[in-house]
Nanobody, 126 residues
Framework: QVQLVESGGGLVQAGGSLRLSCAASGRTFSGYPLGWFRQAPGKEREFVAASARSAGIPLYAASVKGRFAISRDDAKNTVDLQMNALKPEDTAVYYC???????????????????WGQGTQVTVSS
């Protein structure tokens, strides 16, 4: 059974940092797209960051570019999201995602990913 499990969420003050981690099991995601989405209360799910493959250039949403960094360790089947300079508007449930389709460049549509984690809550207080 393919599974993604996120960890590292929590409560942090504005300006602080958090690091989310996602561990994949059930199959290898080496060479396949991995990413992060988020959903705030009352809002639609939105793209955060993605990596098509380990050697590729990651893609970021404009709202997090320069503050967030995605990294992956294909040997460990993990993908992390380092979040710095957090803002109250970053408050959301964050989801780790993966795709079984090889891509050259990262994708930012939710429909491009077929495997989703259960989500981890990130709350940024002002």
């Amino acid at each position: 059974q393919v599974q993604l499990v996120e960890s590292g969420g929590g409560l942090v003050q504005a300006g602080g940092s958090l690091r989310l981690s996602c561990a994949a099991s059930g199959r290898t995601f080496s060479g396949y797209p991995l990413g992060w989405f988020r959903q705030a209360p009352g809002k639609e799910r939105e793209f955060v960051a993605a990596s098509a493959r380990s050697a590729g250039i990651p893609l970021y949403a404009a709202s997090v570019k320069g503050r967030f960094a995605i990294s992956r360790d294909d040997a460990k089947n993990t993908v992390d999201l380092q979040m710095n300079a957090l803002k109250p508007e970053d408050t959301a449930v964050y989801y780790c995602v993966a795709s079984r389709r090889v891509e050259v460049i990262p994708r930012m549509r939710a429909s491009d990913y077929d495997t989703w984690g259960q989500g981890t809550q990130v709350t940024v207080s002002s």
